[in-house]
């Protein structure tokens, strides 16, 4: 492999891509197919974000609640 490649592949290891990820981009060999993959994974990486989201946002709801509660107490 060459530099380029382990610099690649480091990020995408740092990007959190499973191997399975990274064994399908690396044959990959035209450039909007890459893109395409990237744009795909992110995607999924935001959606995971968004669902973590609304559980902080329960969590913080939860939180104020109780808080409000013992004021009123």
């Known amino acids: 492999m060459t530099q380029e490649w382990d610099k690649v592949r480091q990020n995408l290891a740092d990007a959190g891509c499973p191997d399975s ?6 044959v990959l060999e035209n450039t909007e197919e890459k ?14 974000i968004h669902d973590e989201q609304k559980k902080l946002d329960c969590l913080d ?13």
């Open 35 to 48: 893109i395409s993959s990237l744009r795909r994974y992110r995607r999924e990486l935001l959606g995971k």
């Open 61 to 73: 709801y939860l939180i104020y609640t109780l808080q409000k509660e013992g004021k009123t107490e």
């Open 21 to 26: 990820f990274v064994a399908t981009y690396q």
